[in-house]
């Protein structure tokens, strides 16, 4: 029994060469196959092999998936579509593989592609033009006062006029050694942070005079490019601007009429992202001159489709050979297959690892622990119930993803036991219930016992799964040196403790269960380290499992977060109502203010609320549940067809 890890089986195929593109063609309709790289199988390196080059055909696949990339990006932008929860209602476009080829090959993406870039380069051209227009009016604007023609200032005989600037800090002393000349004009026709922009009209009798005075005060000269006024010049610089505009303007609205073909592109790139994948999917065989070496996985169930498929493409010239998996090989890849339930947990998993192939699936063991842990650490009633509403109302009115649907029930599932646990603490937004069979505010040491135990029912079942794997691999001494001795020493030790601090244990118990787990302890002494080669090093390796006992004790304290997070949750909302109350005897206005602050006070705490329980429910898993049987670290199985990006494809 595999659990949810779908069985396997291997298969070696031997195609000619000529054949191989129609045999990927038909493989990618199948989907369900996974090829082994062939290149890193040493076993085969003794064989006069070839490795199979890539098609140079990908190289222009590459350049059309970038060219209609970029086409969708840029009318994405211009894309007039719903937004909020009118998108979510109407969803994405769906279709069927086997229509994507045919879809895509209608479409005239080339000349839509073509249209688009051209565009977008021609307002992009526009933008640089008006961007190097305003530098120009920029320039401009501190001479603007000049009512000149700048090309008037050329035609004066006995005067040179000199546009430029100087330290704003120097004004005065400027204005004090020129005060000294006869014949110089000087003025201020703008400043800015830091400088003044002059202008200066100098007779040529003291022109030489003039320009040692301003080199000592760092005068910078100004070259105007323009023959005409300033002001004029800035005009037709805005006038141009304009027109800039509204030719981007024309463009713009061109572009928002080729969104109409964004649907289309997003069908030609999801199907040219398939043919890369499938030219690329050669490069894990092998060859000879004449036959190409194929090897990889499919799913055991589909092995009759898969040998029809290779059947119809091949005209019957190949050879292929079926085998059922072996359950020790680290190169059988992981899909998983679960229960509507299950599913929604399956990235908690993987966020971990996927199991290997000899192991089980652990996403259908974790998930009712998972969502009862996480309902008891949030435990209000209204915290449960808007959880509850506000994920059924996205299952049943919006159009989601599988992906998406499995993230909702994932939360769907935990308001569930939000609920229930409300219900037992009698807790409705921290209000008490008339109904309450647990008080989490006093009866904590209740609660405290409570959350130990179920710490311990999840550990004793972690290990319990351990001695399953070695009872189903035919090791029935594994399963009790490493789960069966930890039982005895575990439950010994617990009812040892018990009865230490209660006179409910009867005497006879007590003293079994020392007997018990002193058995259980010279167990795990005696095969803890049975692996090493002598006895010292197994003696040795035993007594450090026995130290593991600590980490167990770690374990079981570490459940108190179940009593910890739901008192945290609580007494915040029950902080919160107080605010409330208070704010309510104020009269109206209170009235108004006290209910603003209930609704963004208690929506912060089920924030706060939800993503403790995730994380701390993750760690649950991870730590305490997984450190008992699971190692994790399986390859995932890789489809033969690429994960669509803008469409749902079937």
């Not at 493989?27 to 006069?48: A, C, I």
């Not at 061109?254 to 592109?265: A, H, M, P």
């Not at 499938?278 to 036959?291: G, W």
């Given at each position: 029994m595999q659990m949810a890890i779908v069985k396997m089986s291997k298969f070696n195929l031997l195609v000619f060469n000529s054949d191989r593109e129609n045999l990927l063609h038909e493989l990618q309709k199948f989907n369900y196959v996974h090829f082994l790289d062939l290149k890193e199988d040493e076993s085969l390196e003794d064989y006069d092999l070839n490795i199979v080059e890539v098609p140079e055909s990908i190289v222009a696949v590459d350049e059309k998936i970038a060219k209609v990339r970029s086409a969708i990006n840029t009318l994405s932008k211009y894309q007039k579509k719903e937004t909020g929860l009118k998108a979510m209602q109407e969803g994405g476009e769906t279709i069927e593989f086997t229509e994507l080829e045919a879809k895509a090959s209608k479409i005239d993406y080339e000349t839509i592609c073509g249209q688009v870039l051209e565009l977008n380069s021609k307002m992009d051209e526009l933008g640089q033009e008006i961007a190097k227009t305003n530098a120009e009016i920029s320039e401009l604007n501190p001479w603007v006062k000049l009512e000149t023609p700048i090309k008037d200032l050329e035609l004066f005989k006995q005067v040179e006029a000199l546009l430029g600037t100087i330290p704003k800090k120097l004004r005065q002393n400027v204005e004090n050694?020129?005060?000294?000349?006869?014949?110089?004009?000087?003025?201020?026709?703008?400043?800015?942070?830091?400088?003044?922009?002059?202008?200066?009209?100098?007779?040529?009798?003291?022109?030489?005079?003039?320009?040692?005075?301003?080199?000592?005060?760092?005068?910078?000269?100004?070259?105007?490019n323009i023959e005409g006024d300033i002001a004029t010049e800035i005009a037709k610089f805005e006038e141009e601007i304009n027109q800039l505009k509204e030719m981007i303007f024309q463009n713009k609205g061109r572009l928002e009429n080729l969104t109409e073909e964004l649907s289309s592109l997003q069908i030609v790139y999801e199907y040219l992202m398939n043919v890369k994948l499938k030219l690329s999917a050669s490069e894990n065989f092998l060859k000879t001159d004449n036959i190409n070496v194929i090897e990889g996985y499919i799913p055991t169930d589909m092995r009759e489709e898969f040998t029809q498929v290779v059947k119809d493409s091949l005209n019957n010239l190949y050879y292929l050979e079926l085998e059922e998996a072996d359950k020790d090989d680290e190169n059988v890849p992981i899909l998983l297959k679960n229960s509507k339930f299950s599913r929604s947990f399956q990235s908690i998993t993987q966020m971990y690892a996927l199991p290997n192939y000899n192991e089980i699936d652990p996403t259908p063991l974790l998930a009712p622990f998972y969502s009862f842990f996480f309902g008891m650490m949030v435990a209000d009633l209204g915290y449960g119930l808007l959880?509850?509403?506000?994920?059924?109302?996205?299952?049943?009115?919006?159009?989601?993803?599988?992906?998406?649907?499995?993230?909702?029930?994932?939360?769907?599932?935990?308001?569930?036991?939000?609920?229930?646990?409300?219900?037992?603490?009698?807790?409705?937004?921290?209000?008490?219930?008339?109904?309450?069979?647990?008080?989490?505010?006093?009866?904590?040491?209740q609660v405290l016992i409570i959350s130990i135990v179920f710490g311990i029912i999840h550990i004793y079942f972690g290990l319990g799964v351990n001695g399953y794997m070695s009872l189903r691999d035919g090791r029935p001494l594994d399963a009790l040196f490493d789960v069966g001795f930890w039982y005895m020493a575990l439950t010994g030790g617990i009812i040892l403790l018990l009865s230490a601090a209660t006179s409910l244990i009867p005497e006879g118990v007590a003293t079994v269960s020392k007997y018990v787990m002193i058995v259980g302890m010279v167990g795990i002494v005696l095969t803890g380290g049975r692996s090493s080669s002598n006895i010292g090093g197994r003696l040795a390796g035993g007594l450090y499992e026995l130290y593991g006992i600590s980490s167990y004790v770690g374990d079981f304290v570490s459940y108190s977060r179940l009593m910890a997070l739901g008192l945290s949750g609580g007494f915040i909302a029950s902080a919160i109502n107080d605010m409330v109350f208070m704010l309510f005897d104020l009269g109206i206005i209170g009235i108004i203010f006290g209910v603003i602050i209930f609704i963004i006070g208690q929506s912060f705490n089920l924030f706060l609320s939800l993503l403790s329980a995730y994380v701390h429910s993750i760690r649950l898993a991870y730590v305490e549940f997984f450190g008992k049987f699971y190692e994790g670290g399986g390859k995932a199985f890789k489809f033969l067809r690429s994960k669509p990006k803008y469409i749902s494809i079937k």
């Amino acid at each position: 029994m595999q659990m949810a890890i779908v069985k396997m089986s291997k298969f070696n195929l031997l195609v000619f060469n000529s054949d191989r593109e129609n045999l990927l063609h038909e493989l990618q309709k199948f989907n369900y196959v996974h090829f082994l790289d062939l290149k890193e199988d040493e076993s085969l390196e003794d064989y006069d092999l070839n490795i199979v080059e890539v098609p140079e055909s990908i190289v222009a696949v590459d350049e059309k998936i970038a060219k209609v990339r970029s086409a969708i990006n840029t009318l994405s932008k211009y894309q007039k579509k719903e937004t909020g929860l009118k998108a979510m209602q109407e969803g994405g476009e769906t279709i069927e593989f086997t229509e994507l080829e045919a879809k895509a090959s209608k479409i005239d993406y080339e000349t839509i592609c073509g249209q688009v870039l051209e565009l977008n380069s021609k307002m992009d051209e526009l933008g640089q033009e008006i961007a190097k227009t305003n530098a120009e009016i920029s320039e401009l604007n501190p001479w603007v006062k000049l009512e000149t023609p700048i090309k008037d200032l050329e035609l004066f005989k006995q005067v040179e006029a000199l546009l430029g600037t100087i330290p704003k800090k120097l004004r005065q002393n400027v204005e004090n050694d020129l005060s000294t000349t006869e014949y110089t004009y000087f003025e201020v026709l703008s400043e800015d942070k830091d400088n003044l922009n002059v202008l200066l009209l100098i007779h040529r009798d003291e022109l030489e005079k003039v320009r040692d005075i301003l080199r000592s005060y760092s005068f910078s000269n100004t070259k105007i490019n323009i023959e005409g006024d300033i002001a004029t010049e800035i005009a037709k610089f805005e006038e141009e601007i304009n027109q800039l505009k509204e030719m981007i303007f024309q463009n713009k609205g061109r572009l928002e009429n080729l969104t109409e073909e964004l649907s289309s592109l997003q069908i030609v790139y999801e199907y040219l992202m398939n043919v890369k994948l499938k030219l690329s999917a050669s490069e894990n065989f092998l060859k000879t001159d004449n036959i190409n070496v194929i090897e990889g996985y499919i799913p055991t169930d589909m092995r009759e489709e898969f040998t029809q498929v290779v059947k119809d493409s091949l005209n019957n010239l190949y050879y292929l050979e079926l085998e059922e998996a072996d359950k020790d090989d680290e190169n059988v890849p992981i899909l998983l297959k679960n229960s509507k339930f299950s599913r929604s947990f399956q990235s908690i998993t993987q966020m971990y690892a996927l199991p290997n192939y000899n192991e089980i699936d652990p996403t259908p063991l974790l998930a009712p622990f998972y969502s009862f842990f996480f309902g008891m650490m949030v435990a209000d009633l209204g915290y449960g119930l808007l959880l509850f509403m506000a994920t059924a109302f996205v299952l049943r009115v919006f159009n989601l993803t599988e992906e998406q649907k499995d993230t909702i029930r994932f939360f769907y599932y935990h308001s569930i036991f939000t609920i229930l646990w409300g219900l037992i603490y009698g807790s409705f937004f921290s209000f008490t219930l008339p109904i309450q069979i647990l008080d989490s505010a006093t009866q904590y040491n209740q609660v405290l016992i409570i959350s130990i135990v179920f710490g311990i029912i999840h550990i004793y079942f972690g290990l319990g799964v351990n001695g399953y794997m070695s009872l189903r691999d035919g090791r029935p001494l594994d399963a009790l040196f490493d789960v069966g001795f930890w039982y005895m020493a575990l439950t010994g030790g617990i009812i040892l403790l018990l009865s230490a601090a209660t006179s409910l244990i009867p005497e006879g118990v007590a003293t079994v269960s020392k007997y018990v787990m002193i058995v259980g302890m010279v167990g795990i002494v005696l095969t803890g380290g049975r692996s090493s080669s002598n006895i010292g090093g197994r003696l040795a390796g035993g007594l450090y499992e026995l130290y593991g006992i600590s980490s167990y004790v770690g374990d079981f304290v570490s459940y108190s977060r179940l009593m910890a997070l739901g008192l945290s949750g609580g007494f915040i909302a029950s902080a919160i109502n107080d605010m409330v109350f208070m704010l309510f005897d104020l009269g109206i206005i209170g009235i108004i203010f006290g209910v603003i602050i209930f609704i963004i006070g208690q929506s912060f705490n089920l924030f706060l609320s939800l993503l403790s329980a995730y994380v701390h429910s993750i760690r649950l898993a991870y730590v305490e549940f997984f450190g008992k049987f699971y190692e994790g670290g399986g390859k995932a199985f890789k489809f033969l067809r690429s994960k669509p990006k803008y469409i749902s494809i079937k």
